[in-house]
């Protein structure tokens, strides 16, 4: 992927703010005091290298003849130390190493990173530590060196179950390797192992589908992630179907793909904890959920997203960041100043809401009323969404509940989620607007 | 350009000659007229003096003359200095009255006709305007350079249908400046000077009029008696008002001031005119102390097409408002009414000559204002006989005109509808004739004439219902035709016809913008092509969305719009949610500019792109 939208031209440095701590807020009045920030975060840990480019794939990920693991190592562990000290947190509730392909990494390298969280935070025993995996490089050996190096979850990206299909997707290994591996990382991380599956493949018919998905069935452990393709500006694959040399995957039939899709894994005693998600005997994977529910988390290795209070230096709120996209830049940033900070940019009170709602709704479990109170302790659920509004016409068409658990979707409404945010964060714009009071409207910068 | 002001006393009438270029569009009107400016020494030779005349953006991007404009040329010819006065042209039938009122101010016309294209409707429409003016006529066949020019095709074509003798045709490539001398000698030969007096009272003719936002209203006026200068004190017979005259002068094309303007002179005239609507195409002005028998004036511009035109967001009303007021300061053709709608909010509507007119001035907001605005279909002037005694009471008379269907009065209550037609003129390759006939027939046109103007071109000219040719005739013409068709047209009168008022309703509600006053044998296949259309338009929704065209209550065709099964987003990926958040909160903002219609949001832009035809449809 090509580094992002020039960044470089509003980058902001925790280097520069050392001196002058508040020197990057702007001139803006101070953010409102937030409640204490949770002294724990999630971790992200990103590998940027790929054999080969997928076709679909967007993602920063970059295919090199050779990478020189040990100084990519040795940045990872060290922007780990600078930004879990940044962050002052004492516990790192999960670790996730995702990609490019992180399997194609050694074990010595996950496990060097681990050691480095735990030589600065907390590493909760049990805590999960999740590694993403290809097919082609998952050799039970491989897999064995990653648990003894501390990974004690494996995601697989299995994508499908059908050669053609895989062949489609630019994928390296085949549907017998898939099985292979996930047999294999079923013998090492019992209850722990997740695939991947892709849906609404230019082509792919609803029959296709429901043979792909029974063929999961029967392999899978207890965790399902099924992602809809999206056909991404730039990929090799967006290219064929706009040049008309595929077609383009109808809307109503994603629809019914993804509905049988929902039906047939709730059938098979799996719990539907996310649009995407799906979990059995309580196999859910906490380090995704700490996104959706607005938790902290650090972002490690090229084009790293994170939010977290900056409480080393000084900061009292929370902040989104992005490390520099490509690696060798990164690498350099790494080795001069310890991370390779990007930007990084306050996010107002109200910026944090707009995020607890559109992710938190992604949850079967929704907006809690804790969690909102939370991030809004003078305004809450029921002050914005319970008052006359779209929150209520929605209610009222079936989209969305509001009661004493929060503010979630209906079975139906998860699927149109984006249609419906629009209108929520509309009320809580206008809502958050006219709050009681007369506090400064911080953070309504940039509506 | 001289530093002092020409002493215009010594051009006295015997030496002047007024005139117009007149062509059909494209056969090289703009170009001779840059020819002829550079001959005379008007602008300086160089390769930028394209279309010189057309100053608005507009028109040099569409490559059209909108408005009208005039060029003093000083030319010296065995001996004499003749002050030759250019007035130019719009080259578009939706702009034919500006031609008339231009050509009022003339003596003689070139008639400018493409040496390969040969006649075409507008040059008949043309001629016909300059005859019956009896005006001079000096042919000229231009872009005799081409290839496939065949200028003796041309000739034998103008002496078969406007009688012109073929010798007299004046062969020329405007482009290259071959024989354009030639045209100007025989302006000077031909074309009989002014037939007026310096002595006489002052009698100036308002033919065009601009407004400059420092020095108000400039009057463009031609000199029928006696001699205008600064400090004269003079007065309109259209409005009686009294002015002192700050300042005359010629156009060259721009303005230069002059002492004076004699008799027989064409130039301008500031004096203190506030708005456009004083200085009335027209009018005539005299000296406040010699009142003079008035010049006849003549028509002026007839709205052929009608919209409502409304404020995207209503807090933009004042905005748009002073906009309309100060390019409408320059197209006095357009007129406004203040309109309002339940579901627009406050708005205007405009009466524009004819689409083409509509677009352009939708453009100039857009270009030279940066407003953008919801117009509503446009509509042509109907009329309603009024059966009803209530009615007629309430408007004080039987008949009125509808320039809105919101106002639109039920069968009950009228004796019988009337629509406006116009006579068409197409002149076309003869292979065309079977494609444009059935073309007019389901325009429910009604041959008047067919004429072969030579052995393989012919001249149709059909009684066409205005509203059939308002929106997309011309495009559908010229894409049957690969182009080669031309049209022209004029008015002519109002006939009875079964009118009907068609609503689109989204799940029952009516748009107000899509309202259409229509032909009850067209209802349902518009109604239909409309609801595909809107099909095609509306994003889907979380509910389905019933698309219905309706005659009263009755619903005569409909389209289903299915709702959004699924709209999610699979994943948001390692924590990145910032292009996440912009698009929603895009979205969001979007949301307060939808316009809505009962519970179904509808981007602002949906109708006019749903009225707008494609031109292979």
Same mark, same amino acid.
């Given at each position: ?170 994928? !390296?290994?085949?549907? !017998? ?36 998905? !029974? ?223 007369? !506090? ?8 | ?63 059209? %003359? ?34 008339? #009122? ?92 002014? #037939? ?70 064409? @130039? ?20 406040? +102390? ?60 405009? @009466? ?11 453009? #100039? ?13 446009? %509509? ?57 006939? %059935? ?122 719009? +299915? ?55």
């Amino acid at each position: 992927a090509a580094p992002g939208g020039g960044p470089g031209r509003q980058r902001y440095r925790t280097g520069c703010c050392r001196d002058r701590p508040r020197c990057c807020r702007g001139t803006g009045p101070e953010p409102v005091p937030e409640p204490s920030a949770p002294a724990t975060a999630a971790l992200y840990v990103h590998w940027p290298y790929c054999r080969k480019r997928c076709s679909y794939c967007s993602f920063n990920t970059y295919v090199v003849p050779a990478v020189d693991e040990a100084a990519v190592r040795s940045c990872l562990v060290r922007e780990a130390q600078t930004l879990l000290r940044l962050s002052q947190v004492h516990s790192v509730t999960s670790v996730f190493f995702g990609g490019g392909t992180p399997s194609l990494a050694s074990p010595r390298t996950v496990a060097a990173v681990l050691e480095a969280v735990a030589g600065v935070a907390r590493l909760a025993a049990g805590a999960e530590v999740t590694l993403e995996a290809n097919p082609s490089s998952t050799s039970t050996s491989r897999l064995a060196g990653f648990r003894a190096a501390g990974v004690n979850r494996l995601s697989i990206g299995v994508q499908s179950l059908d050669d053609t299909e895989l062949r489609l997707l630019g994928r !390296e290994h085949t549907a !017998e390797e898939a099985r292979k591996a996930v047999e294999a990382a079923r013998g090492l991380f019992p209850g722990r192992t997740s695939i991947d599956l892709l849906f609404g493949l230019p082509g792919q018919s609803r029959d296709a589908w429901a043979q792909r998905l !029974e063929a999961a069935l029967g392999l899978c452990d207890e965790h399902i992630s099924l992602y809809q393709l999206t056909l991404e500006r730039g990929t090799a694959l967006a290219a064929r179907v706009r040049g008309g040399a595929l077609p383009e995957p109808p809307q109503d039939l994603l629809a019914d793909m993804y509905h049988t899709a929902r039906t047939v894994l709730v059938a098979a005693g799996f719990r539907h904890y996310e649009v995407s998600n799906f979990a059995r005997k309580g196999a859910i994977s906490t380090h995704n959920l700490s996104y959706w529910r607005a938790d902290q988390y650090i972002g490690v290795g090229p084009g790293a997203h994170g939010r977290f209070v900056p409480r080393g230096e000084g900061g009292r709120s929370r902040e989104a960041r992005v490390q520099t996209l490509e690696p060798v830049s990164w690498m350099r940033e790494v080795q001069s100043q310890g991370h390779g900070t990007r930007s990084q940019a306050v996010l107002g009170p109200l910026e944090q809401l707009e995020e607890v709602l559109t992710l938190g709704l992604r949850t079967d479990e929704g907006v809690t009323h804790e969690r909102w109170g939370h991030f809004s302790p003078q305004l809450s659920l029921q002050d914005v969404f319970g008052t006359p509004g779209e929150a209520q016409a929605l209610q009222q068409q079936g989209w969305l509940v509001l009661d004493s658990g929060g503010l979630r979707c209906t079975w139906a409404g998860l699927a149109v989620l984006d249609s419906l945010l629009p209108d929520l964060l509309c009320q809580l714009q206008r809502r958050w607007g006219h709050r009681r009071g007369t !506090e400064p409207v911080a953070g309504t910068r940039g509506l | 350009v001289p530093e002092e002001k020409i002493d215009m006393s010594t051009y006295p009438v015997e030496s002047i000659r007024n005139f117009s270029i007149i062509a059909h569009v494209d056969h090289g009107k703009s170009t001779l007229a840059d020819r002829l400016l550079e001959i005379t020494g008007t602008i300086s030779k160089t390769d930028c003096n394209k279309q010189v005349l057309d100053k608005l953006q507009v028109e040099r991007e569409r490559g059209i %003359t909108v408005k009208a404009q005039t060029a003093s040329l000083f030319y010296s010819h065995e001996g004499i200095n003749y002050l030759l006065n250019l007035i130019d042209t719009p080259g578009h039938v939706d702009f034919s009255y500006e031609v008339s #009122r231009s050509l009022s101010a003339c003596q003689g016309v070139i008639l400018v006709v493409d040496a390969n294209e040969g006649i075409q409707a507008q040059t008949v429409a043309n001629f016909y305007l300059a005859f019956e003016a009896q005006l001079s006529i000096i042919p000229v066949i231009n872009k005799i350079d081409l290839k496939n020019a065949d200028p003796e095709r041309v000739e034998k074509q103008i002496e078969k249908l406007f009688d012109i003798p073929t010798d007299e045709c004046i062969r020329i490539s405007a482009k290259q400046g071959t024989n354009v001398e030639t045209v100007l000698q025989k302006v000077i030969e031909k074309i009989p000077p002014p #037939r007026c007096n310096t002595a006489d009272p002052l009698k100036a003719l308002v033919f065009d009029s601009t407004f400059d936002h420092y020095r108000g209203v400039i009057a463009n006026v031609a000199l029928f008696g006696g001699e205008i200068a600064k400090g004269h004190k003079i007065m309109s017979a259209h409005t009686k008002k009294r002015y002192e005259v700050n300042e005359v002068g010629i156009l060259t094309p721009n303005e230069q001031p002059t002492h004076k303007l004699y008799a027989g002179q064409v @130039g301008y005239l500031i004096a203190g005119m506030k708005e456009v609507t004083e200085a009335q195409i027209g009018d005539t002005l005299f000296l406040y +102390k010699q009142p003079v028998e008035p010049l006849p004036g003549f028509k002026s511009a007839k709205p052929m097409v009608f919209a409502g035109m409304y404020p995207v967001d209503q807090t933009e009303y004042n905005n748009l408002k002073s906009a309309l007021e100060r390019l409408t300061l320059n197209d006095s053709s357009v007129t406004v009414h203040r309109d309002s709608s339940l579901a627009l909010g406050a708005g205007w509507r405009l @009466g524009f000559l004819g689409l083409l007119h509509m677009e352009v001035f939708n453009q #100039r907001l857009e270009q030279e204002y940066n407003m953008s605005v919801i117009l509503t279909a446009p %509509t042509v002037p109907y009329k309603a006989i009024l059966s009803s005694a209530k009615l007629i009471k309430e408007h004080g008379k039987d008949q009125i005109t509808i320039i809105n269907p919101a106002q639109f009065p039920d069968k009950l209550s009228v004796s019988e509808y009337l629509e406006p037609t116009v006579l068409g003129t197409i002149v076309t390759p003869h292979e065309y004739i079977g494609k444009i006939i %059935t073309l007019c027939q389901d325009r429910r046109a009604v041959q008047k004439d067919m004429l072969y103007i030579d052995e393989n071109r012919v001249m149709l000219k059909y009684l066409f219902p205005l509203n059939e040719i308002v929106v997309d005739f011309y495009d559908a013409l010229k894409s049957l035709s690969s182009g080669y068709a031309s049209f022209d047209y004029e008015d002519a009168g109002y006939q009875s016809a079964d009118l009907i008022k068609m609503d689109i309703l989204l799940n029952g509600n009516p748009v107000e913008e899509l309202a259409t006053i229509i032909h009850s044998d067209k209802a349902y296949a518009a109604g239909k092509l409309l609801c595909e259309r809107l099909k095609e338009t509306i994003p889907r929704q979380l509910f389905e969305i019933a698309i219905q065209a309706a005659i009263g209550k009755k619903i005569i065709a409909r389209e289903t719009l +299915k709702a959004y099964r699924k709209n999610v987003v699979a994943k948001c990926y390692g924590g990145d949610i910032t292009r996440r958040m912009k698009l929603l909160k895009r979205q969001a903002e979007g949301k307060r500019l939808m316009r809505k219609i009962g519970n179904v949001e509808v981007p602002r832009d949906a109708f006019i792109r749903v009225l707008k035809r494609e031109p292979d449809k």
